[in-house]
């Protein structure tokens, strides 16, 4: 597989936008089978942008809206569009997209996707599943990635939830010229490809807020111990009266650490939503088990740093085992949240960290998402789980 990430500024007059991105693709070389992957700033016409690229280039193209997006050309851009084009004679894509999602379809609706597209792979087996949704306040974050793993009998998932500037109206997704607000794009790719997915965070634990979860139902947590999540909250110092509840939030997320039904310990970050003053209880991004142990984290510029570099290279030691198959593209999903820790002045320093690590022979695009979907490897079994993210960095590398 080959690929090649390019990118424009013009988002607002997208013929002269795509006039660019087809200059800049004018010497690549198309395979057998090919694939375009877009990253938006939240405010493109997302349905004249897909109407316009398929004009243009005779493959399926998905993508979703970002907050801010990157690549290999532009580095860190608040606005603008990435285009990152994956090729290949020994690989197939199948791209396809659900219906609106709803707390009464959504698991119907996206198994029958991925079944659909299962069988539009032409015979080959699918390998991986790179998917972006429209978060639905009404479906835990977790619930997108747990139906794709039943459907597809636990084929690694990566991708997220798109983005936008905090409106949390404007985020779409997009397959072709189609635009959604409240649906899931994905695609299946079968061949010869062996993905190498990571995702890391690095956080440091504040010493007295480590509890037991007593009560729970999927992300809704009632009692920390004998207490409900308001009163350790309240004893933490925190201020649930304030207006700004997901903010105060963003710099010290939750760190869950759960056993699975195989008997794996999972660790995941979690940060609070919503609180419901009235029960007592937090609502969390994603889900939180009853018997979890539940830790206040905080993070800083220099962990993004950190767990960026270790993601990368942990990924790049994966890659150099495979002495027979050769590595040229990637994707990146990060967390508005880490985002969040830098000021105006530096938030092109997390994708600085990307450049200097990821060898020069990868091309790679990515996005800041509203919650991260990437498998995690239990290091006591090696068993391979697909979980939901929050405030975490994930890679794959085809």
Not at 195 to 207: C, D, L, Y
Not at 264 to 280: H, K, P, T, W
Request: net charge negative; with cysteine; hydrophobic share 40%.
């Amino acid at each position: 597989m080959r690929s090649l990430a390019v990118f424009t500024k013009n988002m607002d007059d997208l013929d002269l936008g795509v006039a660019e991105l087809k200059e800049k693709l004018s010497d690549f070389k198309l395979g057998r089978n090919s694939l375009g992957v877009v990253f938006a700033h939240a405010e493109t016409d997302f349905e004249e942008l897909g109407k316009k690229l398929s004009s243009e280039f005779k493959f399926p193209i998905m993508g979703c809206s970002a907050m801010s997006l990157f690549s290999e050309q532009q580095g860190y851009a608040k606005e603008g569009i990435s285009f990152h084009v994956f090729t290949a004679d020994d690989c197939s894509f199948a791209a396809g997209m659900t219906a609106e999602l709803t707390e009464d379809n959504y698991k119907t609706e996206i198994k029958r996707t991925f079944n659909k597209l299962k069988n539009d792979l032409g015979g080959w087996r699918p390998k991986v599943i790179i998917t972006y949704a429209v978060k639905n306040p009404k479906i835990p974050g977790d619930e997108f990635v747990n139906v794709l793993d039943d459907a597809s009998g636990g084929i690694p998932v990566f991708g997220g939830f798109c983005s936008d500037n905090f409106v949390f109206s404007e985020c779409s997704v997009m397959l072709n010229s189609q635009q959604s607000r409240s649906g899931m794009v994905m695609v299946l790719i079968g061949g010869d490809t062996k993905p190498v997915i990571k995702g890391e965070f690095s956080v440091e634990t504040v010493a007295d807020f480590d509890e037991v979860v007593t009560e729970a139902r999927g992300n809704v947590v009632y009692k920390l111990g004998n207490k409900t999540m308001v009163e350790a909250l309240r004893a933490a110092g925190f201020d649930l009266e304030t207006q700004d509840l997901v903010m105060q939030f963003v710099g010290s997320p939750f760190l869950v650490t759960f056993t699975s039904v195989e008997g794996d310990e999972i660790q995941v970050i979690r940060n609070l939503d919503s609180i419901d003053l009235e029960s007592g209880a937090g609502i969390f991004l994603g889900n939180v088990p009853k018997g979890a142990h539940i830790q206040l984290a905080m993070f800083t510029r220099r962990d993004v740093a950190r767990s960026v570099a270790k993601a990368i290279q942990s990924a790049i030691v994966d890659v150099g085992n495979e002495h027979k198959y050769e590595y040229t593209s990637a994707i990146i999903t990060s967390c508005v949240s880490r985002l969040m820790t830098f000021t105006n002045d530096d938030m092109v320093d997390e994708t600085k960290g990307y450049s200097a690590v990821i060898p020069r022979s990868i091309r790679f695009s990515g996005m800041y998402s509203y919650g991260e979907f990437c498998p995690i490897i239990s290091k006591a079994t090696g068993n391979v789980h697909n979980c939901f993210h929050n405030t975490t960095f994930c890679f794959i590398v085809l």
